[in-house]
C-alpha cells in the first residue's frame, strides 16, 4: 500500500525566513502525492500536487514542492514565511482514488 | 471555503445514541469522500461514492456505520450505538472526474469544515 510519512512533528522559523516541511512517500508505480493545508475549525485546503513532469510544484499562497525521486521525497517550501502560514499542514498520496495522509507537521511562524 | 458543507459541525452525544452527518458536495463532483480524523492524526479514509454508488469501505468501517448517498448528490453517515471511540472529526470530500481518464486518480479533493463528534 501506498504511504505518506512526515518526520517532523513540528516546525518554528521566523516570519521572513525560508520554511521547508518534509514529507517521504513509499509507493508501488507512480506517485501522486499533494499536501493539503488545515486552519483550525477548518477543513483541509488543497496546496499542491504533483501527478508528473516538472519535480518543481508551485502551489497556492506562494508554496512550492519538490518532488525527489532518488530519494522518495516530496518536500513542501515556501522562501518567505508569513506568521498566517501557522497551520498543521498535511502531505498524502493517492492510493487506487482514496488519499493516505502523513500524521501531520504543526507549523509554527514567530514574528 | 471549499464549497463544499457539512452539517452539523460539532455535535455532543451520549454513548448508545444513534447520529446522523450530512455532507453537500461541490455540485456536479462524482466522487464523495469520507475521511475520520482523530486528534495528532491526519484524516483516515473510510469510505467513497461514485455517483449513488459506494464503491468501498475500510475495514475502519465497523457494522455500526453505514453511510448513503441516495441521488448521487448529499451523503449522509450514520452512526449506531455510539461509543467514546467514535469521538473524532469526521470529513466529507468532494471530487470532480471529468477532464481525466479511466483509472487516472490525480484529482485533488475538496474539503468541507468537518463534524466534530464527542460521545460522553
Known amino acids: 500500500a501506498q504511504s505518506v510519512a512526515q518526520p517532523e512533528d513540528q516546525v518554528n522559523v521566523a516570519e521572513g525566513n525560508p520554511l521547508t516541511v518534509k514529507c517521504t512517500y513509499s509507493?508501488?508505480?507512480?506517485?501522486?502525492l499533494f499536501w493539503y493545508v488545515q486552519y483550525p475549525n477548518r477543513g483541509l485546503q488543497f496546496l499542491l500536487k504533483y501527478i508528473t513532469g516538472d519535480n518543481l510544484v508551485k502551489g497556492s499562497y506562494g508554496f512550492e514542492a519538490e518532488f525527489n525521486k532518488s530519494q522518495t521525497s516530496f518536500h513542501l517550501k515556501k522562501p518567505s514565511a508569513l506568521v498566517s502560514d501557522s497551520a498543521l499542514y498535511f502531505c498524502?498520496?493517492?492510493?487506487?482514488?482514496?488519499?493516505?495522509f502523513g500524521a501531520g507537521t504543526t507549523v509554527t511562524v514567530r514574528a | 471555503d471549499t464549497g463544499v458543507s457539512q452539517d452539523p459541525r460539532h455535535k455532543i452525544t451520549k454513548r448508545g445514541q444513534n447520529v446522523t452527518f450530512r455532507c453537500d458536495p461541490i455540485?456536479?463532483?462524482?466522487?464523495l469522500y469520507w475521511y475520520r480524523q482523530t486528534l495528532g492524526q491526519g484524516p483516515e479514509f473510510l469510505t467513497y461514492?461514485?455517483?449513488?454508488?459506494?464503491l468501498e469501505k475500510s475495514r475502519l468501517l465497523s457494522d455500526r456505520f453505514s453511510a448513503e448517498r441516495p441521488k448521487g448528490s448529499f451523503s449522509t453517515l450514520e452512526i449506531q450505538r455510539t461509543e467514546q471511540g467514535d469521538s473524532a472529526m469526521y470529513l466529507c470530500?468532494?471530487?470532480?472526474?471529468w477532464g481525466r481518464g479511466a483509472g487516472d486518480s490525480y484529482n485533488e479533493q475538496f474539503f468541507g469544515p468537518g463534524t466534530r463528534l464527542t460521545v460522553l
Open positions: 461514492f461514485q455517483n449513488e454508488a459506494q
Open positions: 509507493v508501488s508505480g507512480n506517485p501522486y
Open positions: 498524502a498520496v493517492s492510493n487506487d482514488y482514496k488519499l493516505s
Open positions: 455540485s456536479e463532483h462524482n466522487r
Open positions: 470530500a468532494s471530487e470532480s472526474l
